[in-house]
């Protein structure tokens, strides 16, 4: 059993940019499927964005080309680096883990969750 911590989350104004982490304490399978959702009040949770166990990289349209997602298997982390972050990007991030290394549709393991707040 393994746990995801989440940080880096706050509020921000439009335009501004936030930087989120997830650490994976007791979990050593680089292969795994790594992601970041998101879930706005009174909305159902969306994929933000994965990087797959070989690297490849996946982002909602809404997000191309102003967030990226990065990994680090030897610290056992997952960064999400959101620039010039819009209102519409507020919402509660969740850090995940997908045993299927390929994409992140099927969620093996959830964080708690970290809000983030864009408004001037």
């Known amino acids: 059993q393994f746990e995801l911590v989440e940080s880096g989350g706050g509020l921000v104004q439009p335009g501004g940019s936030l930087r989120l982490s997830c650490a994976a304490s007791g979990f050593t399978r680089p292969n795994y499927a790594r992601g970041w959702f998101r879930q706005a009040p009174g909305q159902s949770r969306e994929e933000v964005s994965c990087?797959?166990?070989?690297?490849?990289?996946y982002y909602s349209d809404s997000v191309k080309g102003r967030f990226t997602i990065s990994k680090d298997n030897a610290k056992n982390t997952v960064t999400l680096q959101m620039n010039n972050l819009e209102p519409d990007d507020t919402g509660t991030y969740y850090c995940?883990?997908?045993?299927?290394?390929?994409?992140?549709?099927?969620?093996?393991?959830w964080g708690q969750g970290t809000q983030v707040t864009v408004s001037s």
């Open positions: 990087i797959s166990g070989d690297g490849l990289t």
């Open positions: 995940a883990i997908a045993a299927d290394g390929r994409s992140c549709q099927r969620v093996t393991q």
